[in-house]
């Protein structure tokens, strides 16, 4: 969302490193690791899954599986970018952790 620029009545779109060519279901992984923290993620994971369902089959352990691959390349990404004593990389893994957990509960 923090992508998405409103102008008006218009919308401009930014920053597409995190989307491309490959596995749609991890777009939308990521689309949904942005939320995570939204006390509406529920509702917002229901809302994403009934809109992109209407045009194929998606269930959400299925998402759950891409937000993990999300969140496990987020660690990559502050591995490979920031200082060794970055508290970002104490924070990114315990998400990975955390989030892994409530994948398997």
Not at 35 to 56: F, M, N
Not at 69 to 88: F, H, I, M, Q, T
Request: aromatic letters at 10%; glycine letters at 6%; proline letters at 5%.
């Amino acid at each position: 969302r923090e992508n998405v620029f409103v102008n008006d009545h218009s919308l401009t779109l930014i920053d597409f490193d995190d989307c491309g060519v490959g596995y749609r279901w991890l777009d939308l992984g990521t689309v949904l690791y942005h939320c995570l923290d939204e006390p509406a993620y529920l509702d917002i994971r229901a809302a994403l899954i009934a809109g992109y369902g209407s045009t194929c089959t998606i269930k959400a352990p299925e998402i759950d599986t891409f937000i993990l691959a999300r969140k496990l390349a987020s660690v990559g990404w502050a591995a490979s970018r920031l200082p060794p004593e970055s508290p970002l990389h104490a924070l990114r893994i315990a998400g990975a952790v955390r989030w892994t957990k409530w994948c398997m509960a």
